[in-house]
Every structure is written in structure tokens, then in C-alpha cells.
Nanobody
């Protein structure tokens, strides 16, 4: 299993960005995929999770209403669309596979076993 994030960039406040998480073939068909972020000096927090088997999507409170998670099962990519970005959204964003299978298990890191290397998002004017 492997995951590779990309799409991080420097954006102005109020801007939009879409992150990509390329996953090894069929991984997202069987395992829920979540996005986390870690800001400097802060703990890693979960922001969104998708269950591709049934289409259910979940969003954490910190960015709720500003996110859209989706999965392209042809390209094996999980996307995280973000809009109305704020300086406090500055962080390294990671994607991860759920340990137990296709259902999103909340955002405790111990429930996820494979992680990507992260992609940096910086929101600044």
C-alpha cells in the first residue's frame, strides 16, 4: 500500500485549492481514506474521510462547509477540495488508509495504518 499527496501550494486568504492523494490500485475500494493536517506546533487533526464503497463522506469541524472530498476509482486518486482558505489552514496535509477496512473510524491516528509523506499548504497574503 502506498499513498502520495500532491497539490499543496501558497494561496491567498479566501482562495481555493485541491489536493490529490494517489493511492495504490484498489486500496480505496476496500479501505476508507482520510485526510489529516498538522500545523506548526500543533497536533495532527483529521479533516475529512471517504468511504468509497458506499459514497459516504465525513468532515471534521475545523473546516466543515469549506471542503469537498471525492474519489476517482479509475485514476485511484482521492481529492480534497478546499475553499475560502484562511491563514489558520496553513499546515502539512496527509492522507491515510483506515486500519480496519471500508468504514471511516473517526480521526484517531491509531485507526489508520498507511500514511503519505504530506503536502504543504500555506495560506498567506
Amino acid at each position: 500500500v502506498w499513498l502520495v499527496e500532491s497539490g499543496g501550494d501558497l494561496v491567498q486568504p479566501g482562495g481555493s485549492l485541491t489536493l490529490s492523494c494517489a493511492v495504490s490500485p484498489f486500496t480505496a475500494d476496500y479501505y476508507a481514506i482520510a485526510w489529516f493536517r498538522q500545523a506548526p506546533g500543533k497536533e495532527r487533526e483529521g479533516v475529512s474521510c471517504i468511504e468509497s464503497s458506499n459514497g459516504r463522506r465525513f468532515y471534521g469541524d475545523s473546516m466543515k462547509g469549506r471542503l469537498a472530498i471525492s474519489y476517482d476509482n479509475v485514476k485511484n486518486i482521492v481529492y480534497l477540495g478546499m475553499n475560502n482558505l484562511k491563514p489558520e489552514d496553513t499546515a502539512v496535509y496527509y492522507c491515510a488508509t483506515a486500519r480496519e477496512g471500508g468504514l471511516c473510524p473517526g480521526y484517531s491516528e491509531s485507526n489508520y495504518d498507511y500514511w503519505g509523506q504530506g503536502t504543504q499548504v500555506t495560506v498567506s497574503s
